[in-house]
């Protein structure tokens, strides 16, 4: 299995850009995980996205 290179928001960017997209790029985060775009980070495939505080932000978990 190949190793998964985390991307820098940069490479992200391009990688974005190249693609032509503008909505959210389609991580893979494991089994019973997804990628939430808000936090930029992987959650529980049971979680909500837009229940994720983001640290700094206000709120907390």
């Given amino acids: 299995?190949?190793?998964?290179?985390?991307?820098?928001?940069?490479e992200l960017k391009?990688?974005?850009?190249?693609?032509g997209i503008d909505g959210p790029v389609?991580?893979?985060c494991?089994?019973?995980?997804?990628?939430c775009e808000k936090?930029?980070?992987c959650i529980s495939s049971?979680?909500?996205?837009d229940d994720f505080v983001i640290?700094?932000?206000g709120?907390?978990?």
Wanted: charged content about 30%; hydrophobic content about 30%; glycine content about 16%.
């Fill in 1 to 10: 299995m190949k190793k998964i290179k985390k991307l820098t928001r940069e």
């Fill in 14 to 19: 391009n990688v974005k850009g190249a693609a």
């Fill in 26 to 28: 389609y991580i893979y």
């Fill in 30 to 35: 494991g089994k019973n995980r997804k990628w």
């Fill in 39 to 41: 936090g930029k980070t």
């Fill in 46 to 49: 049971a979680a909500n996205c």
């Fill in 55 to 57: 640290p700094g932000e």
């Fill in 59 to 61: 709120g907390g978990w």
